[in-house]
Nanobody, 121 residues
Framework: QVQLRESGGGLVQPGGSLRLSCAAS????????MAWYRQAPGKQRELVAS???????NYKESVKGRFTISIDNFKKTVYLQMNSLKPEDTAVYYC???????????????WGQGTQVIVSS
Protein backbone atom coordinates (compact mmCIF):
# COMPACT_ATOMS: atom_id res chain seq x y z
CA GLN A 1 0.00 0.00 0.00
CA VAL A 2 1.48 3.31 -1.15
CA GLN A 3 0.45 6.69 0.19
CA LEU A 4 1.47 10.21 -0.79
CA ARG A 5 0.95 12.88 1.84
CA GLU A 6 1.24 16.56 0.97
CA SER A 7 1.84 19.38 3.42
CA GLY A 8 2.86 23.03 3.43
CA GLY A 9 -0.09 24.69 1.75
CA GLY A 10 -1.78 27.78 3.09
CA LEU A 11 -2.64 31.42 2.57
CA VAL A 12 0.10 33.76 1.39
CA GLN A 13 0.24 37.30 0.03
CA PRO A 14 1.31 38.01 -3.56
CA GLY A 15 5.09 37.97 -3.78
CA GLY A 16 5.37 35.58 -0.86
CA SER A 17 6.75 32.06 -0.68
CA LEU A 18 5.61 28.58 0.31
CA ARG A 19 7.37 25.23 0.43
CA LEU A 20 5.27 22.16 -0.29
CA SER A 21 6.32 18.69 0.79
CA CYS A 22 5.12 15.26 -0.30
CA ALA A 23 6.23 12.15 1.54
CA ALA A 24 5.78 8.73 -0.05
CA SER A 25 5.28 5.76 2.22
CA UNK A 26 4.46 2.07 1.96
CA UNK A 27 5.94 -0.64 -0.22
CA UNK A 28 8.14 1.18 -2.73
CA UNK A 29 10.80 -0.57 -4.75
CA UNK A 30 11.80 2.25 -7.06
CA UNK A 31 10.57 5.74 -7.90
CA UNK A 32 10.83 6.83 -11.53
CA UNK A 33 9.22 10.25 -11.48
CA MET A 34 7.63 12.51 -8.89
CA ALA A 35 5.70 15.60 -9.82
CA TRP A 36 3.45 18.40 -8.67
CA TYR A 37 0.15 19.16 -10.38
CA ARG A 38 -2.38 21.84 -9.57
CA GLN A 39 -6.04 22.43 -10.23
CA ALA A 40 -7.73 25.81 -9.95
CA PRO A 41 -11.52 26.11 -9.61
CA GLY A 42 -13.21 25.52 -12.95
CA LYS A 43 -9.98 24.47 -14.66
CA GLN A 44 -8.31 21.19 -15.57
CA ARG A 45 -5.50 19.74 -13.54
CA GLU A 46 -2.13 20.76 -14.98
CA LEU A 47 1.48 19.74 -14.52
CA VAL A 48 3.51 22.27 -12.56
CA ALA A 49 6.86 20.53 -12.20
CA SER A 50 8.38 17.06 -12.33
CA UNK A 51 11.64 15.40 -11.41
CA UNK A 52 12.91 12.03 -12.60
CA UNK A 53 15.18 9.49 -10.94
CA UNK A 54 18.02 10.95 -12.99
CA UNK A 55 17.17 14.36 -11.44
CA UNK A 56 15.97 15.74 -14.76
CA UNK A 57 13.42 18.48 -14.09
CA ASN A 58 10.58 19.93 -16.10
CA TYR A 59 8.51 23.03 -15.35
CA LYS A 60 5.38 24.67 -16.59
CA GLU A 61 6.51 27.75 -18.50
CA SER A 62 4.69 30.21 -16.24
CA VAL A 63 6.49 29.00 -13.10
CA LYS A 64 10.03 28.82 -14.49
CA GLY A 65 12.40 30.92 -12.42
CA ARG A 66 9.94 31.06 -9.52
CA PHE A 67 9.38 27.42 -8.53
CA THR A 68 11.97 24.74 -7.79
CA ILE A 69 11.29 21.02 -7.47
CA SER A 70 13.66 18.76 -5.57
CA ILE A 71 13.70 15.26 -4.12
CA ASP A 72 15.22 13.53 -1.12
CA ASN A 73 15.59 9.90 -2.16
CA PHE A 74 16.42 8.72 1.34
CA LYS A 75 13.26 10.26 2.80
CA LYS A 76 11.24 9.52 -0.37
CA THR A 77 10.01 13.08 -0.23
CA VAL A 78 9.58 15.60 -3.03
CA TYR A 79 9.47 19.34 -2.44
CA LEU A 80 8.20 22.35 -4.33
CA GLN A 81 9.70 25.68 -3.34
CA MET A 82 7.40 28.42 -4.59
CA ASN A 83 8.67 32.00 -4.66
CA SER A 84 7.20 35.23 -6.01
CA LEU A 85 3.73 33.78 -5.79
CA LYS A 86 0.97 35.32 -7.87
CA PRO A 87 -2.82 35.19 -7.46
CA GLU A 88 -3.00 32.96 -10.53
CA ASP A 89 -0.99 30.34 -8.62
CA THR A 90 -4.01 29.79 -6.39
CA ALA A 91 -5.06 26.14 -6.67
CA VAL A 92 -5.11 22.78 -4.98
CA TYR A 93 -1.67 21.27 -5.45
CA TYR A 94 -1.39 17.50 -5.86
CA CYS A 95 1.62 15.26 -5.48
CA UNK A 96 2.09 12.56 -8.12
CA UNK A 97 4.47 9.61 -8.35
CA UNK A 98 5.27 6.98 -10.96
CA UNK A 99 6.82 4.03 -9.17
CA UNK A 100 7.04 0.27 -8.81
CA UNK A 101 6.22 -1.52 -5.57
CA UNK A 102 8.33 -4.62 -6.20
CA UNK A 103 10.84 -6.00 -8.68
CA UNK A 104 8.18 -7.82 -10.71
CA UNK A 105 5.48 -5.16 -10.53
CA UNK A 106 4.61 -2.82 -13.39
CA UNK A 107 4.95 0.91 -12.96
CA UNK A 108 1.91 2.55 -11.41
CA UNK A 109 0.79 6.12 -10.80
CA UNK A 110 -0.19 7.40 -7.35
CA TRP A 111 -1.75 10.65 -6.20
CA GLY A 112 -1.87 12.56 -2.95
CA GLN A 113 -5.04 14.10 -1.61
CA GLY A 114 -3.95 17.66 -2.34
CA THR A 115 -3.04 20.76 -0.38
CA GLN A 116 -4.64 24.17 -0.85
CA VAL A 117 -2.57 27.19 -1.87
CA ILE A 118 -4.26 30.59 -1.82
CA VAL A 119 -2.39 33.68 -2.97
CA SER A 120 -4.34 36.77 -2.01
CA SER A 121 -3.97 40.13 -0.32
Amino acid sequence: QVQLRESGGGLVQPGGSLRLSCAASGSIFSIYVMAWYRQAPGKQRELVASISNSLTTNYKESVKGRFTISIDNFKKTVYLQMNSLKPEDTAVYYCNADLVTSLLSPMSTYWGQGTQVIVSS
